[in-house]
């Protein structure tokens, strides 16, 4: 069973960082996009960050200079570093991966359950 298990997420300090790491599991044939979103509480889920299979970027506005999003392809992996942390990036953080499963033709995108960011002030 294909699945991404999300891991890193704590209690931090303003000012201070995380590292998210989100990994896929499963017969895997190809992982194509991959990312991260923030869900802050009693709001919609937003996106943070993606990355190609080839390591092309995009950032939100509110992240940019701050976060940093990484691959390796190898382990199926998807990281978040985020630096700088405020109050407002507290929240869940999903990850995210479009991914074609071994024996099937086309690719589904996946989510995981989340790992919880909380930032205080």
């Known amino acids: 069973q294909v699945q991404l298990v999300e891991s890193g997420g704590g209690l931090v300090q303003a000012g201070g960082s995380l590292r998210l790491s989100c990994a896929a599991s499963?017969?895997?044939?190809?992982?194509?996009?991959m990312g991260w979103y923030h869900q802050a509480p009693g709001k919609q889920r937003e996106l943070v960050a993606t990355i190609t299979s080839g390591g092309g970027t995009y950032y939100a506005d509110s992240v940019k200079g701050r976060f940093t999003i990484s691959r390796d392809n190898a382990k199926n992996t998807v990281y978040l570093q985020m630096n700088s942390l405020k109050p407002e990036d507290t929240g869940v953080y999903y990850c995210?991966?479009?991914?074609?499963?071994?024996?099937?033709?086309?690719?589904?995108?996946?989510w995981g359950r989340g790992t919880q960011v909380t930032v205080s002030s």
């Open positions: 499963g017969s895997i044939s190809r992982v194509n996009d």
């Open positions: 995210n991966a479009d991914m074609r499963p071994s024996g099937e033709m086309w690719p589904r995108v996946y």
